[in-house]
């Protein structure tokens, strides 16, 4: 049986249809990302609980998310709060990471709002008044204060509010209890190393946005 050339051409069509529809199954979430880093952004978004707290995976992703500024010459990239919290912790001299656990950025404003448990065994009893004889080795606190940008790469958390068993410190002496708990933290600073080409954040209530070096 002999197929006319119009049928043999709807059959050759067909074929083609399907083999290309196979394909762009296979490698959906490469050719997602091919198009725009903006729109696999929306996906996860949409799909990905943002706990606030840290993972490898999260690291990644942000690592990947700055990349792109440069990859697409996008101005700025938006960021998720476990995302924040990756950058932060990886950021941190390795000393001060280990005083920290169970890091979470909680939504706020402007500034960069933390909820972890710190180790205060640097601190001496006399700096946290009668609150010492009742207080574990680790304890619960959130942190606050703005972060900044001082170049490529580099940024620091100036901690500016300290709260610890419902107790909110004033600012002055925020920056001391942190600059006690923590061995690299002068004056309640915080030093973060960032991946290269970020020069600029604004902390918003659901992470942040990144903005890159301009072109020149």
């Known amino acids: 049986m002999r197929l006319g050339s119009g049928v043999l051409g709807r059959v050759l069509l067909i074929l083609a249809l ?3 529809v196979s394909a762009v199954w296979l490698f959906r ?10 729109v696999v952004q929306v996906r996860e978004a949409l799909t990905d609980e943002d ?10 992703s942000a690592r990947d998310r700055i990349d792109s500024l440069h990859g697409w010459s996008m101005d700025s990239i938006g960021l998720r709060r476990t995302e924040v919290a990756s950058l932060l912790l990886a950021g941190m001299p390795e ?6 656990d169970s890091v979470e950025v909680v939504p706020g404003g402007a500034l960069l709002t933390v909820h972890a448990r710190l180790q205060l ?6 700096r946290l ?22 170049g490529a790469g580099r940024g620091t958390w100036q901690v500016e509010a300290l709260s610890l068993r419902s107790v ?33 954040m604004e902390i918003r209530a659901g992470g942040a946005m990144l903005f890159r070096k301009e072109a020149r």
Request: aromatic residues 6%; glycine residues 10%; proline residues 10%.
């Open 18 to 20: 399907s083999a290309a």
């Open 29 to 38: 979430d490469e050719l997602l990302r091919a198009v725009s880093p903006k």
């Open 51 to 60: 706990t606030g707290r840290p993972t490898a995976e999260s690291l990644r």
């Open 95 to 100: 000393g001060n990471r280990a005083y920290f």
């Open 121 to 126: 065994a640097r601190i001496s009893p006399g």
């Open 129 to 150: 008044g009668p609150l010492a004889g009742a207080l574990d080795p680790w304890e619960w606190v959130t942190l606050t204060g703005p972060l900044k940008i001082h």
């Open 168 to 200: 909110q410190f004033p600012a002055e002496t925020s920056r001391q209890l942190v600059a006690a708990a923590l061995p690299e933290a002068d004056e309640g600073t915080i030093r973060v190393q960032l991946p290269e080409g970020v020069v600029g």
